[in-house]
């Protein structure tokens, strides 16, 4: 009875993969695909990343102010959008001394030439007395790169009821 011990009875193996395998390679293929799937935005952008400087000034004691801003490596062909709002009271208007690609009322596009972009608005307010209103520029990409660092830039403006001038200002 020992041939019979050593005799295996199991079938023939069928060729090509058993559900086995294949279970396994599908289990640990999951946890690849979800480590892959977070790439960072900058990744995605094939034109790059451009650190924004965006400042207020307060100009004196008249009522204007300007934010400067400033857009180094700014590639060809990318499209950067700066958007002036105002909050508080009375308003404002602006002007620049760079010619936007296109301007809808107060938000502006820029492309870029694949140099640093540097423009300046001057913001003039338009306040009653003791009123005070707020300028906010803010920068976000639109396509071809990636904006970071600082965005956002304001010049705050008070018109002063005993001397009627505009000479209280913060700005950053």
């Not at 204007?64 to 590639?75: A, D, S």
């Not at 709002?85 to 107060?106: E, I, K, L, R």
Request: proline fraction near 6%.
């Amino acid at each position: 009875m020992d041939d019979l011990d050593d005799l295996d009875l199991r079938p023939d193996p069928k060729p090509g993969i058993d559900r086995r395998t294949l279970a396994k390679a599908a289990a640990w293929s999951v946890p690849a695909i979800l480590v892959a799937a977070p790439a960072p935005a900058y990744a995605a952008s094939p034109g790059g990343v451009s650190s924004a400087s965006v400042i207020g000034s307060c100009n004196g004691t008249g009522r204007t102010g300007t934010i400067q801003v400033v857009l180094p490596n700014l590639p060809l062909g990318s499209i950067v959008q700066i958007t002036l709002q105002h909050s508080g009271q009375g308003g404002f208007s602006a002007t620049t001394d760079f010619t936007p690609s296109s301007q809808t009322g107060s938000t502006y596009l820029i492309e870029g030439t694949g140099g640093t972009f540097s423009g300046t608005f001057t913001i003039t307010f338009n306040l009653g007395t003791n009123q005070q209103g707020t300028v906010t520029a803010t920068v976000a990409a639109v396509s071809g790169v990636v904006v970071e660092g600082d965005t956002t830039g304001f010049v705050t403006k008070r018109h002063d009821g005993n001397s009627g001038n505009y000479n209280q200002c913060s700005a950053g």
